[in-house]
């Protein structure tokens, strides 16, 4: 079932409180990457454009949780905010305090206010009615703006809209969080063919549940970054001092059973004898010698790998094939987001370290849709249900 959007509701004169993704890079009170701020806009704009009182909250960080922590203020995404809308945005330094109420209670219509970080208060993460309570009472209208936050249970995802909804409010998703969702809906239950999923970055352990689930879904499963040094001992292959989960190794030996031909692995590493951009590096073809590891996919997997998408229909694609902060083992990831680009495929583009490769890269206008959420996107690849979104009102 749909679920109903802020544009769905009239909101003039009525105060909404907006779940939205704030949690952006800031050094030394200066934010350094504010894309999660940009992508709220239209969300943003559409309450106040239409006279509506906007009240923000977001989480920042992984404060301590028991009071405030300087470097892990969202006062410099409120001031950055208010340049992007070129109009004042107020900031209350607590969430459900005096502070809070008075800027709630100050708002008239087309105005906007940013609470402080919700996990300066531990009640946040662990879904506390109480501290739901007093954010919910703020407001007329709750709207969920926050995929990267979708499958938690902290408070102001799950506690507040319940609240909310028992006292007959409206509880909408903003325009972010509803495509996120169709995007990765479609994925899973009408998927284009062939349908070819990618996998990265370090552990199996994240993406057990993934790959079982695209298994029944997907035409081809590419696996690469470390985690393949794990399916790799499960070949009984040597792999020198490669990142290896040995406790999931056994995992990784039913899922070469269950995938069969689905499961295509590096057949080529590129490796080092440190984790370093200058050691001592080589191609080496099958084993990793010791003293080696394996720190990005070689020039044999980049045209495997690339092949494969070039003719896919679909792609979804979460994490890197390598570590690809650190040239030149950026190779392996760059080739394939490039394939990815280049394929004309549905293509739609994890978030975390997928994300942020694929606007390095300068191919983020080139494909249908970057995630600003890896776990969240990873749980629906997963086939889990989001409570934060079965809460919203339907269509």
Not at 1 to 30: C, E, H, S, W, Y
Not at 317 to 333: I, K, L, Q, Y
Not at 359 to 382: I, N, P, W
Request: aromatic share 6%.
């Amino acid at each position: 079932m749909a679920k109903k959007t802020i544009a769905d509701v009239d909101v003039a004169g009525k105060t909404v409180l907006m779940r939205v993704d704030f949690n952006v890079p800031i050094k030394d009170g200066q934010i350094s990457d504010d894309r999660r701020i940009e992508m709220a806009l239209p969300s943003i704009k559409s309450v106040i454009d239409r006279g509506g009182r906007l009240l923000l909250i977001s989480h920042l960080g992984r404060p301590a949780g028991t009071g405030p922590e300087p470097e892990f203020s969202l006062s410099p995404a409120a001031r950055r905010l208010g340049e992007k809308l070129g109009k004042p945005v107020s900031f209350a330094t607590d969430t459900v305090g005096e502070d809070a109420k008075l800027k709630a209670s100050s708002l008239k219509d087309g105005d906007v206010a940013v609470l402080e970080n919700l996990r300066f208060d531990k009640a946040e993460n662990k879904g506390d009615e109480t501290f739901a309570s007093g954010l919910a009472e703020l407001a007329d209208i709750y709207v969920n703006d926050a995929f990267g936050t979708c499958h938690r249970k902290d408070a102001s995802m799950v506690a507040v809209p319940r609240i909310m909804k028992q006292q007959g409010k409206s509880c909408v998703s903003g325009f972010l969080v509803d495509r996120e969702i169709q995007y990765l809906k479609d994925a899973i239950e009408n998927p284009q063919r062939p349908f070819i999923a990618i996998l990265g970055g370090a552990k199996v352990s994240d993406k057990i549940g993934v790959i079982d689930n695209l298994l029944k879904l997907c035409d081809r499963i590419i696996i690469g970054g470390a985690m393949a040094y794990t399916f790799f001992v499960a070949q009984g292959r040597r792999v020198g001092k490669s990142l290896v989960e040995q406790d999931r190794v056994e995992d990784a030996k039913k899922m070469l059973e269950a995938g069969g031909e689905k499961l295509m692995l590096p057949v080529d590493s590129h490796v080092g004898d440190a984790f370093s951009g200058d050691c001592n590096k080589q191609v080496v073809d099958g084993e990793i010698p010791d003293g080696y590891q394996g720190l990005d996919i070689g020039p044999k997997s980049v045209k495997l790998f690339a092949d494969a998408i070039k003719g896919a229909k679909m792609v979804v694609w979460n994490g890197p094939m390598g570590v690809f902060e650190m040239p030149p083992f950026d190779e392996g990831t760059k080739a394939v987001a490039e394939a990815i680009a280049e394929s004309g495929a549905t293509s739609i583009i994890g978030g975390g370290d997928s994300a942020a490769a694929i606007q390095q890269l300068g191919f983020a206008d080139r494909v249908s849709h970057v995630s600003t959420g890896g776990g969240a996107s990873l749980s629906m690849l997963e086939g889990q249900k989001f409570e934060a979104v079965e809460l919203l009102d339907d269509k």
